[in-house]
């Protein structure tokens, strides 16, 4: 059966239903919501739909959430259009029940973090991925580190991000960073230098990449590594989102590196989620007289799991013993 047909949900597949609840779902509500995972793990992602469209949730503030942005579309019929115009561009939708899943996001489910706000609440495990690119997404975040950091990156912090990832990729590992400019794009460059493999986590859809200066970059990673979101086609990199997908950064990697970041930043937020997940916590050190380094110091002062690496070979001994948690347990 052609999976982008306009045949009534009733008449879809168990496994298709499924998937464009699931697209339904992240449209509706963003991705990480913990009220909305835990109704898809209670039931399945269909019946979560069902209630969520018919209002039956206690969540008053969820509730009128979904009831305003409902009112701007078909949430099913949005999520066909969704996969054809992913079919255009070649990008899949990957969920839990795939071969290629990967498992290490899944210990998202057990993550609690201090803090107000849905930022530090809503970071749950996502409901599918949207992947642009040839690898299976499990066998290309399985031996990866990531790469975080300033947007406004000195020529010290690119250099030493573009150098700590040719090494990696040379030594076969994946690399994975979040897309932006600074110390992200050098970390992408550098694994492609390499010839290696690289992946780049998005906070809006895998059709529109952001951001767009970085638009030769990203057609090589979709070329040789992954381009991979949360959101659907055609969502756009709102400024919460780059919050939320720090999480999977985090969660899907075998340890984060951090290289020149502000003292609240995205990218020490992308640190703190590794710590509490037990992550290797990776920091490199800069001239105390560069505030671009100030978070990276203030991150050493005050987490003592935090490790200071300097070279290729200091990050692999970080992560030597870290076995890459696959499940819930």
């Not at 895998?206 to 057609?219: H, I, T």
Request: aromatic share 4%; proline share 6%.
């Amino acid at each position: 059966m052609n999976p982008l047909s306009s045949t009534p949900e009733s008449a879809q597949p168990p496994d298709e239903t499924d998937r464009l609840a699931r697209i339904a779902l992240t449209w509706l509500v963003e991705p990480g919501n913990r009220t909305v995972w835990s109704m898809v793990e209670r039931a399945d992602a269909p019946a979560a739909l069902e209630r969520l469209l018919a209002g039956d949730i206690a969540d008053a503030p969820l509730r009128a959430q979904v009831i305003a942005r409902a009112a701007t579309g078909d949430a099913r019929r949005i999520a066909e259009i969704a996969l054809r115009r992913a079919q255009r561009i070649e990008a899949r939708l990957v969920v839990p029940s795939d071969g290629e899943w990967p498992a290490s996001v899944n210990t998202l489910a057990a993550l609690e973090l201090d803090g107000p706000g849905a930022i530090n609440r809503d970071i749950r495990p996502p409901l599918c991925f949207w992947v642009r690119g040839s690898w299976p997404l499990a066998e290309a975040v399985d031996r990866s580190a990531a790469i975080v950091g300033a947007r406004a990156a000195t020529s010290y912090g690119t250099q030493v991000s573009s150098d700590l990832a040719y090494g990696l990729a040379d030594r076969g590992w994946t690399v994975v960073a979040g897309g932006g400019f600074g110390i992200e794009a050098a970390a992408h460059r550098g694994a492609l230098a390499a010839g290696g493999r690289t992946v780049a986590f998005l906070s809006c859809g895998v059709d529109r990449p952001y951001p767009a200066g970085n638009s030769a970059l990203f057609d090589q990673i979709a070329d040789r590594g992954l381009l991979i979101s949360e959101w659907p086609i055609g969502a756009e990199p709102l400024r919460h989102r780059f919050l939320v997908r720090n999480r999977i950064i985090a969660a899907a990697t075998r340890g984060t590196v951090i290289i020149e970041a502000a003292k609240r930043s995205g990218a020490a937020q992308t640190i703190g989620r590794a710590l509490v997940l037990n992550r290797p916590a990776m920091v490199v050190p800069g001239p105390v007289t560069s505030v671009m380094s100030a978070g990276c110091h203030e991150i050493l002062r005050s987490e003592p799991a935090a490790r200071l690496v300097t070279s290729v070979d200091d990050v692999l001994s970080e992560m030597a013993g870290a076995a890459h948690t696959t499940s819930n347990d």
